[in-house]
Nanobody
């Protein structure tokens, strides 16, 4: 049974940092790309970052480039999203999701086949 479980969300002040984790089970990590999405209050869901199955290719949307870093440890079945210099507009529920292939190709939600339940990130003073 494929499962993805996010953790690490919380309340942080602007300029602060958080690291989100996505713990996976039920599949062989090396073969599948993993992405992070978020949905802010009153906003549509948007892609944030994606990493290839082997971890050799990482992608970011412009809004988070230079501030967020995605990484993965396939031996530990985890994907992390290090978030620095957080802004109020980064507030939202963050989801990790699995692709059915080992490469990233945009952030169309339907191109990801399994999703976690989400973790709340609030950036506020």
């Amino acid at each position: 049974q494929v499962q993805l479980v996010e953790s690490g969300g919380g309340l942080v002040q602007p300029g602060g940092s958080l690291t989100l984790s996505c713990a996976t089970s039920g599949f062989t990590m090396d073969y599948y790309a993993i992405g992070w999405f978020r949905q802010g209050p009153g906003k549509e869901q948007e892609g944030v970052s994606c990493i290839s199955g082997a971890g050799t290719s990482a992608h970011y949307v412009d809004a988070v480039k230079g501030r967020f870093t995605i990484s993965r440890d396939n031996a530990k079945n985890t994907v992390s999203l290090q978030m620095n210099s957080l802004k109020p507009e980064d507030t939202g529920v963050y989801y990790c999701a699995k692709r059915p292939v080992n490469f990233c190709s945009g952030y169309i939600a339907s191109s990801f086949d399994y999703w976690g339940q989400g973790t709340q990130v609030t950036v506020s003073s």
